[in-house]
């Protein structure tokens, strides 16, 4: 399995873009990297995903090296409600069913 | 719009229980997934299944087992429930995708205590 690094934890403050980085230095060649959020008393969300380009949606971009071996999602703006947990997984190689295998996540701090 | 319905948000059991957890999905997914999550541990998978009666292990089964009689329902059983599986327990389903780049929908989660 792949897995990932993640720091525990870290700050932003409002309005500027919050950069979270994940190591995946294990992950193989059709593995994607997903990203997903949990806001407090509530189950995750998914955020965005990407094999080896850059992604962009209306939430986050997803930055990936061009070895695959970290990545980067950046909120652009970050506002308060963007405080939460944040995890970086990749899909698990060998089932084609999909296991979902999650870290211990970055606590995301948005300050005023 | 509710995709992924968790039959409890809080749950108080007696040691020794049997404890069932409910999960309904509305999006006809084929896999389903039941987590816990412990402060510090993050996300962890007990059990998941890929189809109707099927079930493979995640990385915490002890204690656990599963039922996957209809498609749209997930039920997590705690057989003779301890105090240490008082825990927030999440639910998640996604397509079954071949190339598994789709997305999961969790559960608000049950928050179990057991006294």
């Known amino acids: 399995d792949a897995k990932t690094t993640q720091p525990t934890s870290m700050d932003c403050a409002e309005g500027r873009a919050a950069n979270l980085p994940c190591n995946h230095s294990?992950?193989?060649?059709?593995?994607?990297v997903y990203w997903y959020r949990q806001i407090h008393s509530q189950g995750p969300q998914y955020i965005i995903h990407?094999?080896?380009n850059n992604e962009t949606n209306e939430m986050a971009s997803l930055i990936i090296t061009e070895d695959r071996k970290s990545s980067t999602l950046i909120l652009p703006h970050a506002t308060l409600r963007d405080t939460a947990v944040y995890y970086c997984?990749?899909?698990?190689?060998?089932?084609?069913?999909?296991?979902?295998?999650f870290g211990q996540g970055t606590i995301l701090t948005v300050h005023p | 719009d509710v995709k992924v319905t968790q039959s409890s948000r809080y749950l108080v059991k007696r040691t020794g229980e049997k404890v069932f957890l409910e999960c309904v999905q509305d999006?006809?997914?084929?896999?389903m997934f039941w987590y816990r999550q412990d402060p510090g541990l993050g996300l962890r998978l007990i059990y998941f299944?890929?189809?109707?009666?099927?079930?493979e292990k995640g990385d915490i089964p002890e204690g656990y087992s599963v039922s996957r009689e209809k498609k749209e329902r997930f039920s997590l059983i705690l057989e003779s429930a301890s105090t240490n599986q008082t825990s927030m327990y999440l639910c998640?389903?996604?397509?079954?995708?071949?190339?598994?780049?789709?997305?999961?929908?969790f559960g608000q989660g049950t928050r179990l205590t057991v006294v």
């Open positions: 990407g094999l080896k």
């Open positions: 997984i990749v899909r698990v190689r060998g089932t084609s069913y999909g296991k979902l295998t």
């Open positions: 294990t992950i193989s060649g059709n593995e994607y």
């Open positions: 999006m006809d997914h084929e896999n």
């Open positions: 998640a389903s996604t397509e079954r995708g071949f190339l598994m780049n789709t997305e999961a929908f």
């Open positions: 299944s890929y189809d109707v009666k099927m079930k």
